[in-house]
């Protein structure tokens, strides 16, 4: 079981930037990958970025690529979404997401482990 505890949301202006934080309760060893997906209201649920533990490589939406970077913290299991010349557009609860197991990282099917999200709000 991995257990997912998000933090870092809340409102900023547009332009501005927030960081959110995901802390995981896992090995390293057991971690394939860590994402963040976001839903907006009347929408579904979408990808944003995600880090392949291992490899370290990362992947990003195309509507946030340039704009936001997804780093990670070995010692602390921790993935930080950094997100920069925010857009009311990115207004949406963020989700933290884990998977132990190998698949398609911008998939959200991928990922047994979830986090509560957190609340994002953009304003314009």
């Known amino acids: 079981q991995v257990q997912l505890v998000e933090s870092g949301g809340g409102l900023v202006q547009a332009g501005g930037s927030l960081r959110l934080s995901c802390a995981a309760s896992s090995r390293t060893g057991s971690m394939y990958a860590m994402g963040w997906f976001r839903q907006a209201p009347g929408k579904e649920r979408e990808f944003v970025a995600a880090?392949?533990?291992?490899?370290?490589?990362?992947i990003f939406a195309d509507s946030v690529k340039g704009r936001f970077t997804i780093s990670r913290d070995n010692a602390k299991i921790t993935v930080y979404l950094q997100m920069n010349s925010l857009k009311p557009e990115d207004t949406a609860v963020y989700y933290c997401?884990?998977?132990?197991?190998?698949?398609?990282?911008?998939?959200?099917?991928?990922?047994?482990?979830w986090g509560q999200g957190t609340q994002v709000t953009v304003s314009s």
């Open positions: 880090l392949v533990w291992g490899a370290g490589s990362t």
């Open positions: 997401a884990a998977t132990t197991a190998w698949g398609m990282v911008t998939i959200a099917s991928t990922y047994g482990y």
